[in-house]
């Protein structure tokens, strides 16, 4: 996959808090996951629409459940300028 830009967003007060919880090392992890096709607790459906999204340069999105309070999405857009760290409700 080509690599672009990486954001990590963080809108509130909340977010950083959250964000902070996972520390720098875990989105690293959470990071190298989405980049090496690990989708994580990403539906199958959308799984799969990740899978063709390499193929076709589709956007990529994966989830990834990091304790029953929080959930990290990550999305690398579909000409793969950008890929963004952000929790749901900053979506």
């Known amino acids: ?24 090392a875990g989105l690293i992890r959470l990071l190298e996951r989405h980049l090496s ?7 199958e459906s959308d799984a799969r629409a990740n899978e063709e999204a390499l ?3 589709n956007r990529i999105i994966s989830w990834y459940q990091v304790s029953k309070e929080l959930r990290i999405m990550i999305i690398t857009e579909a000409d793969r300028s950008a890929t963004t760290i952000l929790l749901p409700e900053e979506y």
């Open 37 to 43: 096709g690990d989708w994580g607790d990403t539906c």
């Open 1 to 24: 996959m080509k690599r672009g830009k990486i954001y990590a967003r963080q809108k509130s007060a909340f977010s950083l808090r959250t964000l902070d919880k996972v520390g720098r």
């Open 55 to 57: 193929r076709s340069g």
